[in-house]
């Protein structure tokens, strides 16, 4: 890319790539997130995390936490808990997660 009087900028790889897709016309959109350690919130701060994520436009969310609380009884559809805990098998859960998100 030249700038000013024959000098060459440089523009780093991630620039480079976001000038390539909004050149090309593409648009991503992700809406995901991850938060780990929800944990240290306080109950009604959990409560506020949960509902901010389920009012969101945010598609899937992974949130991490230790509790000694158990599993509520009555979730959303779109909810699913992994306690990881109580003998859960890891290769299960996961194959469980990976089906039902696709």
Do not use: C, Y
Request: aromatic fraction near 2%.
């Amino acid at each position: 890319m030249k700038s000013g009087a024959g000098r060459r900028t440089t523009i780093s790889p991630g620039m480079r790539h976001r000038q390539d897709l909004r050149g090309g016309g593409v648009t991503l959109t992700i809406r995901f997130v991850v938060i780990d350690r929800a944990d240290v919130l306080d109950r009604a701060r959990r409560e506020e995390l949960t509902s901010l994520l389920l009012t969101s436009e945010i598609e899937q969310a992974i949130v991490l936490a230790t509790s000694e609380e158990p599993i509520p009884s009555i979730v959303p559809e779109s909810v699913k808990f992994f306690d990881l805990g109580h003998g859960t098998n890891l290769r299960s859960m996961l194959k469980l997660l990976l089906t039902t998100t696709s």
